[in-house]
């Protein structure tokens, strides 16, 4: 832990200590451990190094923010990690969370609520910082995001209440939410499964036909035809990384990209809401009351790329339930349309816009936080290669 204060002036490093979870992003045990092992509260600000060979565990350093108690014992720290990064996120600044939390109290005021005990840092990253704020009528949740993710609160103010958590504050760049009731679904199988499915593509049919109205919310644009030169892209800026077969299978997958979208259009489900990171894990309720969180990667595109997301931490029966499913529901939206033929058609450009959005991410943001992501990218890339084109 190297420390700092609210003005951003370097103080030194603690001591090393262990911390129970290996995820580096989830801060909590890590501020926890700051206040047992050495008497201190601190924010975590951001990472500063971490092994570049994985993506969790092992020995990490983070800048944090000193808010209470005497740092004693503190040992020197080389640089100085305060100083200020173009592309730096403002709760990965001095001062910059406390900010935030201040923004989520006077909305929180403004409502009629106010907290029951201290506001509790839960996680940081490039992609996000999340508090838990306690009230009076529950537990609360603040969510900063960087600007490339700022449309998340104002599209979620937008979405059908049943679905979405209707947020109590929104700014670009900042959501306050209420708690949701009940369990986030990781591991889900069986019936909820297929409940998930029909809240998601209720929200996508009520979109249809309002793709400005998602631009103007500030939605990128993930559909096909848009997103091909910058797949070729990111294929050329990786090409050192990959094999000469990689290369010449994807350079194969690129040249088809132009018919695919033809034909993908000819299957006649249209471009609407996309979620963008449609897992189990993101829906938390109750059976017939699940809401659908995480809306940072939400997009317009092809609706069938959630479907294709969603299979992944499936097991085989489970796909073909939600698969029958999925097809099913858009069959009855679209008479005559082919739900199976647009999941065959994605399904080998999904790695391919997997590798880009990666690539973005590394784009906006600061150098030593990148390691969260900078092997997804040729990772994503292989995948793609070693699917066949079809």
């Known amino acids: 832990m190297v420390l700092c204060t609210r003005d951003g002036t370097l103080m030194g490093a603690l001591p090393r200590f262990s911390v129970p979870t290996p995820w580096w992003q989830e801060v909590g045990e890590v501020v926890a451990g700051c206040r047992g092992r050495h008497g201190l509260d601190v924010v975590v600000l951001r990472l500063l190094t971490a092994p570049v060979e994985r993506t969790s565990g092992g020995e990490v350093a983070y800048l944090a923010e000193v808010t209470g108690g005497e740092p004693r014992g503190l040992l020197p720290w080389s640089g100085d990690p305060a100083a200020d990064h173009p592309l730096r996120q403002a709760y990965a600044r001095p001062g910059g969370p406390a900010r935030d939390v201040a923004w989520a109290v006077e909305a929180l005021v403004a409502t009629g609520r106010s907290l029951s005990g201290p506001p509790q840092q839960v996680k940081t990253w490039n992609l996000s910082s999340i508090w838990r704020l306690p009230t009076s009528t529950g537990d609360t949740w603040l969510k900063s995001v960087p600007p ?25 760049g900042r959501v306050l939410l209420p708690g949701v009731e009940g369990v986030d679904h990781f591991g889900a199988t069986g019936e909820p499964l297929l409940a998930m499915v029909e809240e998601l593509i209720a929200l996508q049919v009520a979109h249809l036909g309002r793709t400005e109205e998602l631009f103007e919310l500030g939605l990128p644009d993930r559909r096909l035809p848009a997103i091909a030169p910058r797949l070729a892209a990111v294929v050329e800026e990786q090409s050192a990384a990959l094999t000469t077969e990689e290369r010449r299978r994807l350079a194969v997958l690129l040249q088809t990209l132009d018919t695919r979208a033809r034909d993908l259009a000819a299957c006649g489900i249209p471009d609407t809401l996309v979620h963008g990171d449609f897992h189990p894990g993101n829906v938390r309720g109750r059976p017939g009351r699940y809401a659908i969180l995480d809306w940072s990667d939400s997009a317009v595109g092809h609706p069938l790329t959630d479907e294709l997301a969603f299979f992944r931490s499936l097991g085989e029966g489970d796909r073909e339930r939600v698969r029958a499913a999925w097809s099913a529901s858009w069959r009855r939206v679209v008479p005559g349309c082919e739900p199976e033929r647009a999941a065959e058609l994605l399904q080998p450009v999904m790695p391919l816009v997997a590798a880009m959005v990666y690539a973005d991410f590394c784009a906006q943001i600061e150098p030593d936080e990148r390691v969260y992501h900078t092997r997804d990218v040729p990772a994503a890339l292989r995948a793609a290669a070693s699917l066949p084109v079809g």
């Open 148 to 172: 490339f993710f700022a449309h998340e609160g104002t599209l979620m103010s937008r979405l059908e209440a049943v679905s979405v958590p209707q947020p109590i504050a929104v700014e670009p």
